[in-house]
């Protein structure tokens, strides 16, 4: 499991987000009423040590939290912050630290699809060593 794999858990775990949860560019058609999209990034490096080395893994997430309009989309957002602030994901051999650093954007409108939403940006990385 990667930090990509327990953050998609952690967030489908919510009874609010259940099947709502979506890759970039994975969204059905229709649509449900909210849902959140994960974009992810993942970078793996190796730091020496005077007790050798050590695999630290560094991850980016964008989150965007849509609804039908803002309010919702902040709630959305709301449920991603709720979930994930200060929580440790768990990825079977690794000593995962909670999300860090947080940042968040207002509310935006998307007008690239059949309908205009409004979504929120959470943007956060996570890093973990071996366990």
């Known amino acids: 499991m990667t930090h990509h ?17 979506f890759e970039l560019g994975m969204v059905p058609s229709p649509a449900p009423s909210f849902y959140v999209v994960v974009s992810s990034s993942l970078g793996d490096w190796t730091q020496h040590r ?17 609804g039908l309009n803002a309010a919702q989309a902040r709630w959305v957002g709301g449920r991603i912050v709720t979930q994930l602030k ?3 994901l768990t990825v079977t051999g690794r000593n995962v630290f909670p999300p860090h650093p947080w940042e968040s954007r207002p509310a935006q409108i998307d007008k690239d699809g059949p309908i ?16």
């Open 116 to 131: 205009t939403l409004p979504f929120v940006t959470v943007a956060f990385g996570i890093y973990s060593e071996p366990a």
């Open 50 to 66: 005077a007790t050798g080395l050590k695999t630290a893994v560094r991850s980016d997430h964008t989150l965007y939290g849509v």
């Open 86 to 88: 200060d929580y440790r």
């Open 5 to 21: 794999d327990a953050l998609v858990a952690r967030l489908e775990a919510d009874p609010q987000l259940t099947g709502r949860v």
